[in-house]
């Protein structure tokens, strides 16, 4: 196996992977999207709210907030505790995280006052917000909020707000195979014309793959179809990927994907036990 | 009403870059340039900026009941 990595920001890494079978790679990117677990509230207890916002307005957008969560999964117990700890009413200290958010604009002032999840104050300094700018509510004179929420792990599968993940996907690599014999170039430049991504380049008279666009390529095969010779033909490889994983910031890029590949590998071992037991394999 | 936190589609954090846009739009900026800026690539958040209208500022203005 081979991986390259193309592209690296602090969240956002684009894979180059050879030699691993497509059905392997697709359900480590499931997952990631599904099934590794974050930090977000799930649970908000208002006290005061006399501002021009629903409370359940308010609590979605606290949800969708991404929380840091990297030191939070060896802290916490796992999802499938805590959700039944939540449905009973039990804010428990190893699974939940408390967050406070109070705001007052006092009567008589001429501002109107914004809330940001940077005004979120945490118990536990591992778990805070990951943006500090996202407005939560504003307040008019006179209007005033006060609240408790509580965040927990949780899962992908369970609501979007708990995947780590913005974009995890895969695509194939293309084969572009030229035919010589065929092409009339530098006569006839349709296919270079044509494509959107501008993968390919006119050198030395010839039709050739630009050599850092190749994994441009979106396989469309509209050069195929512009030249009129039939020249060129576009193939997809077999076992070489590109692999692109986009987090909310809640985790690290790295981290994703192994917890991903750490989840997927526990399943499996479930899986081996229950034959197991079942007396199908020793 | 407010910015959305998140792209209604693809699921990315936006919220915290809305003040910033919209500080530089106002100031005169091309609204596509202050996106590429910003590292808003896909055309699902663009759209998020580019067609938001902030009623929760007009909704100030009216008493509340209750």
């Known amino acids: ?282 | 009403m407010l910015f959305p936190v998140r792209c209604f589609t693809c699921g990315a954090p936006i919220g915290h870059l809305w003040e910033e846009f919209k500080k530089r739009v106002e100031a005169g900026e091309d609204p596509g340039k202050v996106l590429d800026d910003l590292g808003v690539k896909r055309y699902c958040c663009r759209r998020m900026f580019l067609s938001h209208v902030e009623i929760a500022y007009e909704l100030l203005n009216f008493p509340k009941v209750s």
């Open chain 1, 1 to 282: 196996m081979e991986i390259n990595v193309l592209e690296k920001e602090p969240n956002r890494v684009r894979m180059y992977i050879k030699d691993i079978p497509l059905h392997i790679l697709n359900s480590i990117r499931r997952t990631m999207i599904a099934d590794v677990p974050t930090m977000a509230i799930d649970t908000v207890v208002f006290t005061v709210n006399s501002t021009i916002f629903y409370d359940e307005y308010i609590a979605h957008r606290l949800g969708l907030v991404p929380l840091t969560s990297e030191a939070a999964l060896e802290k916490y117990k796992p999802p499938e505790e805590c959700r039944e700890a939540s449905e009973r009413g039990l804010f428990t200290e190893d699974c939940f995280v408390k967050l406070d958010l109070e705001g007052e604009n006092p009567p008589g002032s001429n501002n109107i006052i914004t809330l940001y999840s940077g005004d979120l104050r945490t118990t536990d300094p591992d778990v805070r917000p990951v943006y500090d700018k996202i407005p939560i509510a504003i307040l008019s004179p006179g209007q005033k909020i006060s609240l408790e929420a509580y965040a927990r792990l949780g899962r992908g599968r369970e609501h979007a707000k708990w995947s780590p993940v913005s974009v995890a996907a895969h695509k194939f690599i293309a084969d572009i195979i030229i035919d010589y014999e065929k092409c009339k170039a530098p006569e006839c430049t349709d296919c270079i014309n044509v494509c959107p991504r501008n993968v390919l380049i006119i050198d030395n008279d010839k039709v050739k793959v630009s050599p850092d666009k190749l994994f441009d390529c979106s396989l469309c095969r509209v050069c195929e179809e512009a030249c009129k010779y039939r020249a060129i033909k576009i193939n997809w490889r077999k076992n070489e990927y590109i692999l692109l994983v986009e987090t909310t910031g809640a985790l690290s890029p790295k981290r994703v994907l192994l917890e991903a590949v750490k989840v997927l590998e526990s399943k499996l071992d479930n899986l081996m036990e229950a034959l197991k037991m079942e007396g199908i394999t020793k």
